[in-house]
């Protein structure tokens, strides 16, 4: 079992792919992030499929990395007969061309003298490890199960054989080149090698292009690169939505239940992956995740659901699937999300930030996205004084959290600040302008313990949350204060785990068995709040620390052990890499250290 740090992304914004330092692609969905997977075996053992690509003798990785700039990932081995290089990635263009939706490439080359490969491909499908329909089109494999099917197609290697290793010898003047192609319900196109790469090739410049958009002189430019790409590869391109993360059941606590699906989109996480995108200059990618809300949510209207599908549908009930071991024995393995039918109040007003963001950014809302922010606001001003389950989506009674009393207040003041430039008649500024008073009043009187000096989890608990690091950036309170100030030295001191790692809440006290790793957003948010607080030289070296934490490709999962440092939980985190680009824009608009 491979840590889960040791693997890497690739993506099409439409599926996505983990692969080892080893070369074995152990997770893919298909056709898109929430379908069932056809290589499983990172959660589903062995038996649920894996396509590995790599040096037949065991070798020894000497550069992993990805192209400057792209999302085409570059493994190299060092064998007892030369160097071997394993250069991958999914075409994410394919729009108004003759190709299927996902383009997997995989090109092996040597360096030195001829190397000795091995390619083994096992795909599985879904809960019973199904295996395919296999017959050939010449020279290429072609895999089905009903309406989906798979073309698997070589330049220069042998007959594959579905489960069977497969031997084969890369020279340095030959590469040897395999594409993965796959079609639902629709008619399967292969891809020949030669022109797959050179869609991989164009791929690259698109993604050159696109980041070279990003200001030259933003502090920590390539880390924030490598997030901004991965928020990107993890937007559902038809649909504008995107994935908390690409995996399902990857474990909070290795060995533990704390296991979740988190291949949905959650309203709250991709306001601020808008907000990050916004801050860096990217319109197009807030405007498409609105326009994908703005559709998603219009059933459930003004209620906000807490996550959805892809196509913004409900999210299927939770269940285990049987007989799946788990990473690493963390069972179950989970399918559908049961927090989807909470009440969390806080999403509003991650939402309606990120509009404000967007307005603020001089790009005035669509009359028909305003007038879906004000049904939020009317709810917000209906139900804010109602306990809820909180942003951390705890499963047991619903209690009054400050966090989410703050964000109320954050909705009902950025919808007032929108309404300056949008059209909104008298009587309902004056009811979100009361109940705006009403909450800060009441959260300034009953979320703040002066026994410990600080904001607190709930009403009437001396527990602390450190979600509660959003204070000096939302305007409650003056920055500065002594209430902000005391709150952030609170969570640092008592929600520590060691270093610059927090956890989000006390652990254990969740009504789960076992306890969990440090919440890797809260570290991040700690940086943006030190930074907010004037704190500039803490926040630098806090951020630091917090870059050495990485993957070695530069990923981050949802959190991390404190004792061992090893990431836990599904991999990659759209709102880890999220909270680090907003940590590095609020370091970059702070005058420099002295």
């Given at each position: 079992m491979k840590p889960i740090a040791d693997y890497g992304l690739l993506g099409d914004t439409r599926t996505a792919a983990l692969v080892s330092s080893d070369g074995s692609l152990d997770w893919l969905c298909a056709p898109?992030?929430?379908?069932?997977?056809?290589?499983?075996?990172?959660?589903?053992?062995?038996?649920a499929g894996r396509f590995r690509l790599g040096p037949a003798a065991i070798s020894t990785?000497?550069?992993?990395?990805?192209?400057?700039?792209?999302?085409t990932l570059e493994t190299t081995w060092i064998t007892p007969r030369g160097k071997l290089t394993l250069t991958e990635a999914m075409v994410a263009e394919v729009a108004g061309r003759l190709l299927p939706a996902t383009v997997l490439v995989r090109?092996?080359?040597?360096?030195?003298?001829?190397?000795?490969?091995?390619?083994?491909?096992?795909?599985?499908?879904?809960?019973?490890?199904?295996?395919?329909?296999?017959?050939?089109?010449?020279?290429?494999?072609?895999?089905?199960?009903?309406?989906?099917?798979?073309?698997?197609?070589?330049?220069?290697?042998?007959?594959?054989?579905?489960?069977m290793p497969t031997p084969f010898t890369v020279t340095p003047d030959r590469p040897v080149t395999f594409v993965l192609t796959i079609a639902h319900r629709e008619p399967l196109i292969q891809v020949q090698a030669a022109t797959a790469w050179a869609l991989l090739t164009e791929d690259e410049s698109r993604w050159r292009a696109w980041t070279a958009r990003v200001d030259q002189g933003l502090p920590f430019r390539e880390e924030v690169l490598r997030s901004l790409l991965t928020l990107r590869l993890?937007?559902?391109?038809?649909?504008?939505?995107?994935?908390?993360?690409?995996?399902?059941?990857?474990?909070?606590?290795?060995?533990?239940v704390r296991n979740w699906d988190y291949r949905f989109a959650w309203p709250r996480?991709?306001?601020?992956?808008?907000?990050?995108f916004l801050g860096v200059g990217m319109v197009e990618e807030a405007r498409g995740f609105l326009w994908w809300l703005l559709h998603a949510s219009r059933v459930q209207r003004p209620r906000l659901p807490v996550l959805l599908t892809l196509d913004g549908r409900q999210a299927p009930p939770e269940r285990g699937l049987r007989n799946w071991p788990g990473y690493g024995g963390s069972v179950p393995v989970r399918v559908g999300n049961g927090a989807a039918q909470q009440h969390q109040l806080d999403g509003y007003g991650w939402v309606l930030d990120a509009a404000w963001t967007l307005v603020q950014a001089g790009h005035p809302l669509y009359s028909e996205t305003w007038r879906a922010m004000r049904g939020f606001a009317d709810l917000v001003t209906r139900r804010w004084s109602?306990?809820?389950?909180?942003?951390?989506?705890?499963?047991?009674?619903?209690?009054?959290?400050?966090?989410?009393?703050?964000?109320?207040?954050?909705?009902?003041?950025?919808a007032l600040r929108i309404a300056e430039t949008h059209r909104l008649s008298e009587r309902r500024r004056q009811r979100w302008q009361a109940a705006r008073e009403a909450i800060r009043i009441e959260v300034k009187k009953l979320g703040f313990d002066t026994g410990i000096g600080s904001y607190?989890?709930?009403?009437?608990?001396?527990?602390?949350?450190?979600?509660?690091?959003?204070?000096?950036?939302?305007?409650?309170?003056?920055?500065?204060?002594?209430?902000?100030?005391?709150?952030?030295?609170?969570?640092?001191s008592q929600l520590s785990a060691e270093g610059p790692l927090l956890y989000r809440y006390p652990p254990g006290r969740d009504g789960l068995p076992g306890t969990e790793g440090a919440f890797l957003p809260c570290s991040f948010w700690l940086v943006e709040a030190l930074a907010l607080d004037d704190r500039r030289r803490e926040a630098l070296d806090l951020f630091t620390?917090?870059?050495?934490?990485?993957?070695?490709?530069?990923?981050?999962?949802?959190?991390?052990?404190?004792?061992?440092?090893?990431?836990?939980?599904?991999?990659?985190?759209?709102?880890?890499?999220?909270?680090?680009?907003?940590a590095a824009l609020a370091l970059r608009d702070l005058p420099p250290v002295s």
């Open positions: 898109r992030f929430d379908g069932a997977p056809v290589f499983g075996a990172l959660v589903g053992g062995s038996d990785v000497v550069e992993r990395k990805y192209r400057l700039h792209t999302a090109r092996l080359s040597a360096e030195g003298g001829a190397v000795e490969a091995l390619v083994e491909f096992d795909p599985r499908r879904g809960e019973e490890h199904t295996q395919p329909r296999n017959r050939r089109r010449g020279q290429d494999l072609v895999c089905e199960w009903g309406a989906l099917a798979m073309s698997l197609s070589c330049d220069a290697g042998p007959a594959i054989e579905p489960g993890l937007t559902y391109s038809p649909s504008g939505a995107s994935v908390a993360a690409p995996t399902t059941s990857l474990p909070e606590q290795l060995g533990g996480d991709a306001s601020i992956g808008i907000a990050a109602e306990p809820d389950a909180g942003i951390w989506e705890v499963r047991g009674d619903q209690v009054h959290h400050v966090h989410s009393k703050l964000m109320a207040w954050l909705a009902l003041d950025r607190t989890r709930s009403y009437g608990s001396q527990e602390l949350d450190a979600a509660l690091l959003i204070l000096p950036r939302i305007g409650l309170e003056e920055r500065g204060s002594l209430r902000v100030r005391g709150t952030l030295d609170a969570i640092r620390e917090l870059l050495d934490r990485a993957s070695p490709l530069g990923l981050y999962a949802e959190e991390l052990d404190p004792t061992t440092g090893e990431h836990l939980g599904n991999y990659p985190q759209a709102l880890t890499h999220a909270a680090l680009i907003q």
